[in-house]
């Protein structure tokens, strides 16, 4: 996926399209944007209906930014407002904006991973004492070298993965072994 920096250069002038919520941010991505942007404003009023006067903190704001950019593989820019705050509140903020960018990641690289694994017939394990146990695996892999300690990071992506059942362990061939899948338990 191209970054802002490279969209911007490529595409004169980006247009970027404002995603309230998640639904919004999907029918972007499928009309064809190469990015959108998240406004406070925009959040507020569709998930609390609220106007953008400082009602809502930054944990009801990073809740709703969280579901906007799960819901689209497309890159965002995040309209921070002031911070919420004074300076320790900005910073607060940009760690905040930050960690929950890595989780994305992370979440999206487990799937990838998992999805070429599983096309290429090579199962892997949610069991940390396993051989071929997922986190484990993925974190030798090229792409993960970008990630803040991958085995860790990996490990909690795979955990928030199967809590929002985008993973499930399925049973396979006559031993009964488990492997991750991809898509809710059926």
Do not use: W
């Amino acid at each position: 996926m191209a970054s802002l920096r490279d969209l911007h250069r490529a595409h004169q002038p980006l247009i970027s399209p404002l995603a309230h919520d998640a639904l919004s941010a999907r029918l972007i991505e499928r009309t064809g944007f190469k990015t959108f942007n998240i406004g406070g404003s925009a959040l507020l009023a569709a998930r609390y209906a609220l106007p953008d006067l400082g009602l809502a903190g930054f944990a009801e704001m990073l809740a709703g930014i969280r579901d906007i950019v799960e819901a689209s593989k497309l890159p965002c820019l995040v309209d921070a407002d002031d911070g919420y705050g004074d300076v320790k509140s900005v910073v607060r903020t940009i760690q905040g904006s930050e960690a929950a960018a890595a989780e994305q990641t992370a979440k999206d690289l487990f799937l990838t991973l998992l999805a070429r694994y599983s096309h290429q017939g090579r199962n892997v394990s949610h069991k940390e004492r396993s051989h071929n146990y997922a986190p484990r695996i993925f974190a030798d892999e090229p792409e993960a070298k970008a990630l803040a300690r991958p085995p860790k990071a990996l490990a909690e992506a795979m955990e928030h993965l199967f809590r929002e059942s985008k993973i499930h362990v399925e049973m396979y061939n006559r031993f009964d072994h488990e492997r991750i899948a991809i898509g809710a338990k059926p």
